[in-house]
């Protein structure tokens, strides 16, 4: 079954007035993303931005040993590649599918076209950028103060946030890289997880049995990026809004 996908199926897109749309809408070309092809590399210089609608992306620290660690995830409440529009053309981090699937690119200058007009466009990326700036430095905080399997957990509920299932195709040494952490220590603690009827996890299949659980078994991280993101969020403006 072939499924339809629309702009406004990205939370950012939906949000923008009716004029700001038409401005965009003619240059947005649907893409898709297979689980981790890269959107950009470290270092490299960003032509796009990309609006999700079905893919997860992962930003990922990448060091020079080649270990990483993802520092967000950006679904489709968001937009990968602030920094075309933050004043800089590179950027540290490294853009991947976590999972496949599909969104709107559009050029890197049509953007900052409409971001100089200084509209509600800009507050509502400004916005959203403070929404990850904060996302990023509580995963900061959760990696060097929490357990395996608290990390874990925040980690499992952000990307389940950013998909319309309770299940997730990931192997444990791909969540591994993500978290930065041993295969080993991430497997101990999804066996913990499993055996308490949290999740099941079958041949890089991740199911959430029991999302409430979950919830409570994380870190209080999770609940600080989400109130944040809800607090910068839910009140923008929305002059005309296109409907989805």
């Given at each position: 079954m072939?499924?339809?996908?629309?702009?406004?199926q990205?939370?950012?897109?939906?949000?923008?007035?009716?004029?700001?749309?038409e401005r965009l809408?003619?240059?947005?070309?649907?893409?898709?993303?297979?689980?981790?092809?890269a959107?950009?590399?470290?270092?490299?210089?960003?032509q796009?931005v990309?609006f999700p609608?079905?893919?997860?992306?992962?930003?990922?620290?990448?060091?020079?040993?080649?270990e990483?660690?993802?520092?967000?995830?950006?679904g489709k409440?968001g937009i990968?590649?602030?920094s075309?529009?933050m004043?800089?053309?590179?950027?540290?981090?490294r853009?991947?599918?976590?999972?496949s699937?599909f969104?709107y690119?559009l050029?890197?200058q049509?953007l900052?076209?409409e971001f100089?007009?200084?509209?509600p466009?800009?507050?509502l990326l400004?916005?959203?950028?403070q929404?990850?700036i904060?996302q990023?430095t509580?995963t900061?905080?959760c990696?060097?103060?929490?357990?395996v399997?608290?990390?874990?957990?925040r980690?499992l509920?952000?990307?389940?946030?950013?998909t319309?299932?309770n299940?997730?195709?990931?192997?444990?040494?791909m969540i591994?890289?993500?978290l930065?952490?041993?295969r080993?220590?991430?497997?101990?603690?999804?066996?913990?997880?499993?055996?308490?009827?949290?999740?099941?996890?079958?041949?890089?299949?991740i199911?959430?049995l029991?999302?409430?659980a979950l919830?409570?078994?994380?870190?209080?991280?999770?609940?600080?990026?989400?109130q944040?993101?809800d607090?910068?969020?839910?009140?923008?403006?929305?002059?005309?809004?296109?409907?989805a």
């Amino acid at each position: 079954m072939q499924i339809s996908y629309s702009p406004t199926q990205n939370h950012l897109l939906a949000a923008l007035s009716v004029a700001e749309f038409e401005r965009l809408s003619a240059h947005l070309e649907l893409v898709s993303f297979e689980q981790g092809e890269a959107l950009y590399e470290s270092g490299a210089q960003l032509q796009y931005v990309y609006f999700p609608v079905s893919c997860i992306v992962s930003l990922l620290y990448v060091l020079e040993n080649g270990e990483s660690a993802e520092v967000a995830v950006v679904g489709k409440e968001g937009i990968v590649g602030i920094s075309l529009f933050m004043g800089g053309d590179t950027t540290p981090d490294r853009a991947t599918a976590q999972s496949s699937g599909f969104a709107y690119r559009l050029k890197g200058q049509i953007l900052k076209e409409e971001f100089d007009r200084a509209g509600p466009l800009l507050r509502l990326l400004l916005r959203y950028t403070q929404a990850l700036i904060i996302q990023m430095t509580q995963t900061s905080v959760c990696h060097r103060h929490h357990s395996v399997e608290q990390q874990l957990c925040r980690w499992l509920l952000l990307s389940l946030d950013r998909t319309s299932t309770n299940q997730l195709t990931m192997t444990q040494q791909m969540i591994a890289n993500m978290l930065g952490l041993r295969r080993e220590r991430v497997a101990e603690a999804a066996g913990n997880l499993q055996r308490n009827g949290i999740i099941q996890y079958s041949r890089g299949s991740i199911d959430v049995l029991n999302r409430p659980a979950l919830e409570g078994a994380a870190c209080e991280c999770y609940s600080v990026i989400t109130q944040e993101f809800d607090r910068l969020m839910t009140d923008i403006p929305r002059l005309d809004p296109v409907a989805a």
